[in-house]
Each structure stands twice: as structure tokens, then as C-alpha cells.
């Protein structure tokens, strides 16, 4: 009897002790799930926080490791300059011979102007009344100096000519056209005020306050006018641009947004800046780096293929977004386009996961990414064949053992993880990131179109928004000019001078190509 209660009073707990697991093990799970999407929301609170208030890239510009630097050299500035002038009280006499040595370091430009001024003694006599010295040597140094933007007025005169003899006509020089017709500009200040705003980031109103500091009354309006104007007159060299463009094999295209004013609703509608660029140096092409910016009221792939619309090449460099999908699937004369994804925007991914969940996987995978990376810059500049050939041989391993590994890890984490949703996104990509293993000419990333890209939205960030889509379609060309310019190491301000003062004075059409920026003097000439 007894023994037949023990027995089940044993199966009891057995049954309970089952229960238990069972719901521990279902605890356990839900527990589970909810570390995951705590981890999860966290990591997007951390992205979103890093985005609003934190660099814009994986990689610091190399200026900005120099920040925290600048605090510690004012205060050194302040000590040099205090040990310095103890010096000189003590010595007696303020010879510069006997301050600091740590002057003129490295070179100033041989084309700058130089003013020289020299320092004589206050008595040339020998002090003991031996007579006048001679001059046996002198100390020369050289310091940089900066004479503020000055304005000027350039009087222009025509003489008139007659003869005093006869009824002759009368004879004079004719006028010369400008951009402004008997307006108050220059084509250099016209061009000083387009590189302002859409290279250095300056808005018109901006400017305006600057030029009335030296007295002179210019409104925002007026100097939207010219740039209007000049814009205008640079038309013909946009369009060669892109004739330049559609012949390239190998293109790269990104967007950025651009917010329109909409005066019907009194708000801000959102339009985008569409860039295409061309950028050979990477495998030592002799083709020139050109980049061209239109803009468009949304972001739809039809927009991309309006663009590339008559354009004959055959690689395309994007990032993932899946509107470049159409373009796949295009009945062209040369086929439909190839698209050749980015390493820098999935690297990206596992670096800011790195990160804010410092997850071992992530890390491992910047490691393994960065190899790649390693090896395209050893044959940075190389021929096409020279870089096929070293890709061959050391990223094609890289990349057969990526992929499964990638695959191996997302068997064994969480499907619903950020992880996980990154490692997905590489895969999905797969055929796209790994194209340029079988293409010396294609890059591993979309960098090129993306640093063309970055100085209009800090034009953008400052601007707030254009004033209308007319305006946003002005700024895509004018940025494009500059921006161009920047790419082949060209003074915009004296490019854009002198191509206005070309074109508005007639040069031929047929003669385009000899305007373009890549064959405007460059940056270093003495002459700038």
C-alpha cells in the first residue's frame, strides 16, 4: 500500500518536474527573444544616434584625428612665444638669430608675388671710429603673408577716333560682351561667387554680408542673376560632359536628396541629386574623371534610366539600392547594364554593428573585408591586366572562402538579427560585389562618385533647400562644372573666368573640347 503511493507520488513529480522544463524551457526561449530585440533596438538607437550626432564615415578624415591636437598646439604657440621673449629680456636685445630655429619650415610657392623690404642697422659706423663698414652678408627669410579679398573697379575706356582733314567715320574698338551686358560684374567675380556657393558652401546671402563689410551693396537676388546667367552660358559645357560620359564602358551613379522649396503648399518637398561619373585613374586610364549631376523630384529607377538614356557603356558601380535593378533588364544595343556592387557599403554595415554590439562575427568580417582591401592597394594605378592578374591571385581566395563562412554563420545566429539581416543583404548581392574579380577596370567600391558627391550636400546642409526645381536643375550644373573641376586638379575660380569670357566672346562651337577642365591649366601652374 505504501509502496504503491510512493510509485505515485513519483510519477507526480516526474509529471511536474516535466511541466516545469517544459516551461522553463519555453520561458527561456521567450527570454531569449526579447534579449534579441532589446540588443536589436539598441543597435538601431545606437546607428541612429551615431548618424545624427557622430561621423559620417567608418573611417575618420584624416583632419579629424587632428582635433582634439589643435587645443594642444595653441597652448604650445603660448609657451614658445613666452620662452621666446624671456629670452630676448634676458639676453638684452631682440636678434632674431638667437630665438627659435624652427622657422620657414619646408617651401613657399615660387609663384607667389614677393615684397621684400630690407632692415638696416641704425648706425653703419664702426664703433671704434674706424669709418664706414662693409657689407659682408645678410640673413634672408621668407614668411607667409595674406593681403584680405580685395575688390576693385576695372575701368574700361574706348577711344573714339576721327579724322580732322575729311568727313571720315569715326573709328573705335568695338565693346566687348559680358555675361552681365553693361552690368556691374566681372566674369572673375561671376565666377568667384558660383565657386563660393556650390564649392566652398557659402549661400548667396552669406556672401552678401561679406561684401558689405567693404562697403559694396549686393543682395542675394542679384547674385543668384549672375549665376543664373553664367549657368546659362555653361550649358554647352555640360552637355560636352556628357557626351564624354556616354562613351565611357564604366560608369558610377549615386544620389543624394535635394529639398525644393513648394511655394503652392508653403513647404519643403524632397527631390534628389542624381551624379554620374567617370573616373579611370584607379587603373591608370587615360580617360579624364568627369562627374555630372541632374536632378530629379524622386528616386525611382526611371530616373536613372532617363539619365543614361543614349549612354553606351557597360559596367554600372551602385550601391544596393534595388531602383538600379531595372536597368538589368534593358533592351539596349549593347545588352542590358552590369551592375557592380560596393564593398564599402556592406563593410560599413558590419563596422557600425562592430561597433555598438561589439559582436566577434562583425569584427571578424571588417577583418576579412579589409583584406580585400589590402590588396587593391597595392595595384592602385596599375593596367587593368597588372590588377586582374593580382586579384586572381589573392582576393579570388579571399572571396571562395567569404561566402561560405558568411553562409556558416548565419546558420548559427538568430534569423531575425541585425547580424544576420547584414549578412543577407552581402549575399543577396553576391554576383554584383564579386564582378570586379573578373574586370581590371571596375573598382571595389562606389568611393569615387560618393567624395564627388559629399561637397553638394554640405552645399545642400548650408542652402537648406533650393528655390525652386528650375533652381535645383542650375545648381546640378553648376556643381557639376565645379566639382569637375576639383576632379582635375583645376582652379574652378580661374576656369570658370576665363571659359565665361570664352564662350560669351564667341569661341566656336566645333571647338568645345578645348574648354573642358582637363585641359585648363592646372592648380600648381604659376599663373593660377
Known sequence: MNLTVLQEENERLKALLAQTRAALAEHQAALAEAEEARRRLESIVSQLNHEKFGARSEKLHPDQYHLPLEDVEIAQGVLDAAQEKAQRVVQGHSDDTSGSRRRNRGHLPAHLPRVERVIE????LCPCG????????????ERLDVIPAQLRVLVTRRPKYACRRCSGAVVQAHALEHVVPGGLPTEALIAQVIVAKFGDHLPFYRQAEIYARQGIQLDRATLGNWAGRACFHLKPIAEHMRRHLADADRLFMDETTAPVLDPGRGKVKKGFFWAIASDDR???????PIVLFHYAPGRGGDHAERFLQGFGGQFL????????DRLTRLERPQGPWLLVHCWS???????????????????????QIATLYAVEATVRGMTPQARLAARQQYSTPIIAALKPWFEKQLSMISSGSKLAEDIRYGLAHWEGLTRFLGDGRLELDTNPVENAIRPVCLTRKNALFAGHEVGAENWALLSSVVATCRLNDVNPV????ETLDAIINGHPQSQIEELMPWRFRKTSSPNP
Request: proline residues 5%; hydrophobic residues 35%; glycine residues 12%.
Open 121 to 124: 642697422p641704425e648706425s653703419t
Open 130 to 141: 674706424c669709418g664706414e663698414m662693409a657689407r659682408i652678408g645678410e640673413d634672408v627669410s
Open 282 to 288: 584607379g587603373h591608370g586610364g587615360q580617360g579624364p
Open 317 to 324: 558601380q551602385v550601391d544596393a539600392y534595388e531602383g538600379y
Open 345 to 367: 557599403h556592406l563593410r560599413r554595415r558590419f563596422v557600425k554593428l562592430a561597433r555598438n554590439t561589439k559582436s566577434p562575427i562583425a569584427e571578424a568580417a571588417v577583418r
Open 494 to 497: 580661374a576656369y570658370l573666368a
